[in-house]
């Protein structure tokens, strides 16, 4: 397939005008500008013509698959077969990728549904992104999440756990280093759930398995035990202290940047409700320490907790709007959802670029979005792993 485009994203924040992209099978072979490439192309092969933008396929960080978005997901969950839940993962992840989402991290389901749909979604048998799974994240008794079936207790049933996700195909390890709101009578979002000793534990099976590690985290404690165990990215990152304030350590969001620590925020679509539930005041503080953080040198990545309450499969570039709200640059913000999340990931040489030899991720959007993010919303057509999926004619 032959791609021409008025722009193609070929760096950040840096366009090549009237360019083109050559994709053979599900990779990038080349790209350049349009009378180059066209040069290099036999007449028969399908062409795409536009006069808008191509970026690199968006990466949605920070999802939940198995929960429906609605208000109560975990009622939802519990009272649906894994059949029938199956299924409403298929049109999620359809929803996803018909958003301009061509990779998806999910960060936590149950019994390897995620996993499952994985395997369907390479094998072309159903629409959706590319899915790193955590599988079955890993938390305490009556801990965070516990109904998705990770209860552990000690080092060895946490490594025995990271064994089991790793030889199902997780692409990452979870694990519930704090409480959370989402877990009615479990623990509270600040309050820590592991050992020093037992976060230790799980990271070191999970590397040792080869796997990145994700660490949910909302208290400041909890934040640090998670950079002392050497977690490769940190999920929420809220700094709460257990006396309901907020805790923010330059300390330690020094030893975030040293280590090379990703933090994803999972910023909800629905962000700009925050100030009616937290209280303005609140909320704003909680934004101002996602801009300390960013002014700190912190590697932010987008993500959206996609399935919990009110943060549906469809975003992630309304989430993105809170990082221009920041005063965060359209660049840098495209970079936060495309080659810094492929980098957090472990995918840095795989997706996130236009650049032969990637795979051919591509979202193609009439407009500039670097003169306005909206623009990402106006997507004439999305291919993900070369495969070409029409957004407007899904929605007839």
């Given at each position: 397939m032959l791609i021409t485009a008025g722009r193609v994203l070929v760096d950040s924040g840096t366009y090549l005008q009237g360019a083109a992209v050559l994709i053979e099978g599900d990779s990038i072979t080349a790209v350049g500008p349009r009378e180059q490439i066209m040069d290099q192309v036999r007449a028969d092969v399908p062409r795409l013509d536009f006069d808008g933008t191509v970026i690199p396929g968006l990466i949605d960080a920070h999802v939940h698959l198995a929960f429906d978005g609605g208000p109560d997901p975990v009622s939802t969950l519990q009272n649906s077969t894994d059949e029938v839940l199956l299924e409403d993962m298929r049109r999620r992840a359809a929803q996803l990728l018909f958003s301009g989402v061509t990779t998806a991290r999910d960060l936590g389901d149950r019994n390897g549904l995620a996993l499952r749909l994985a395997t369907e979604i390479n094998d072309r048998r159903t629409p959706g992104p590319r899915i790193m799974s955590a599988g079955t994240p890993a938390t305490t008794r009556g801990g965070h999440c516990f109904f998705l079936g990770g209860e552990v207790s000690g080092e060895?049933?946490?490594?025995?756990?990271?064994?089991r996700n790793a030889a199902a195909g997780a692409g990452v390890i979870k694990a519930m280093a704090t409480g959370g709101g989402l877990t009615k009578g479990g623990p509270k979002s600040a309050e820590s759930q592991f050992t020093a000793e037992e976060l230790s534990a799980l990271v070191d099976e999970a590397h040792?398995?080869?796997?990145?590690?994700?660490?949910?985290?909302?208290?400041?404690?909890?934040?640090?035990?998670?950079?002392?165990?050497?977690?490769?990215?940190?999920?929420?990152?809220?700094?709460?202290?257990?006396?309901?304030?907020?805790?923010?350590?330059?300390?330690?969001?020094?030893?975030?940047?040293?280590?090379?620590?990703?933090?994803?925020?999972?910023?909800?679509?629905?962000?700009?409700?925050?100030?009616?539930?937290?209280?303005?005041?609140?909320?704003?503080?909680?934004?101002?320490?996602?801009?300390?953080?960013?002014?700190?040198?912190?590697?932010?990545?987008?993500?959206?907790?996609?399935?919990?309450?009110?943060?549906?499969?469809?975003?992630?570039?309304?989430?993105?709007?809170?990082?221009?709200?920041?005063?965060?640059?359209?660049?840098?913000?495209?970079?936060?959802?495309?080659?810094?999340?492929?980098?957090?990931?472990?995918?840095?040489?795989?997706?996130?670029?236009?650049?032969?030899?990637?795979?051919a991720d591509l979202l193609l959007v009439d407009g500039d979005p670097l003169a306005n993010l909206d623009v990402l919303k106006n997507i004439r057509a999305v291919i993900a792993s070369g495969r070409r999926y029409d957004p407007r004619a899904a929605a007839e």
């Open positions: 060895a049933e946490i490594r025995d756990l990271v064994r040792t398995a080869g796997l990145p590690v994700a660490a949910h985290a909302h208290g400041a404690d909890g934040i640090a035990a998670a950079v002392d165990a050497g977690v490769d990215t940190i999920e929420h990152c809220t700094w709460m202290a257990e006396d309901g304030g907020l805790d923010f350590r330059p300390d330690v969001v020094k030893q975030i940047v040293d280590r090379g620590i990703a933090v994803c925020p999972a910023v909800s679509p629905h962000w700009q409700m925050l100030p009616r539930f937290f209280g303005e005041e609140r909320a704003n503080a909680m934004f101002e320490l996602v801009r300390r953080m960013a002014d700190s040198g912190v590697r932010l990545v987008a993500g959206t907790d996609a399935g919990v309450q009110r943060a549906t499969f469809d975003g992630l570039v309304p989430a993105l709007s809170f990082y221009a709200h920041l005063g965060l640059t359209a660049a840098s913000i495209i970079d936060m959802a495309t080659v810094e999340a492929a980098a957090a990931l472990g995918l840095g040489s795989t997706t996130g670029r236009i650049a032969p030899g990637y795979s």
